[in-house]
């Protein structure tokens, strides 16, 4: 089993909160600039500032910034080691949920 360690874990911690959650969802659809971000968030724009930075932090995302603008995308592949991580995690419970179906299956009363 590969170890994923600080990676993960920085991917865990930046999507632990719902406010930045809600960012990479928006991301996932297309780039958008900082002040289209923060529309939907009750919150001051350097609130939404530090989340983008704890998402940067962890390379979930990437900004670039053209004069007074600046334009936040989901970085390519940022979200992949989570995936990879889910898959084997996801995998033991599936066989053990197949187990049981099968030991359900065999000492389920037999109709006569």
């Known amino acids: 089993m590969p170890n994923y360690g600080d990676e ?4 865990l911690r930046a999507l632990a909160d719902p406010t930045r959650r809600a960012v990479v969802e928006r991301l996932s659809r297309s780039p958008a600039v ?3 971000l923060a529309a939907p968030f ?3 724009l350097p609130s939404l500032m530090q989340h983008l930075r704890v998402l940067e932090d962890a ?3 990437t900004s670039e910034k053209q004069g007074r603008v600046r334009t936040v995308s989901l970085r ?6 989570l995936h990879l991580w889910l898959g ?5 419970a599936e066989r053990q949920a197949d187990r049981l179906g099968l030991h ?3 000492s ?3 109709d006569t």
Do not use: C, H
């Open 59 to 61: 390379g979930v995302v």
């Open 88 to 92: 084997e995690q996801r995998t033991p």
């Open 42 to 44: 009750a919150m001051a």
């Open 108 to 110: 389920a009363p037999k």
């Open 34 to 36: 900082v002040s289209e």
């Open 8 to 11: 993960l874990d920085a991917v």
């Open 76 to 81: 390519p592949g940022a979200l992949d080691v």
């Open 104 to 106: 359900l299956t065999r």
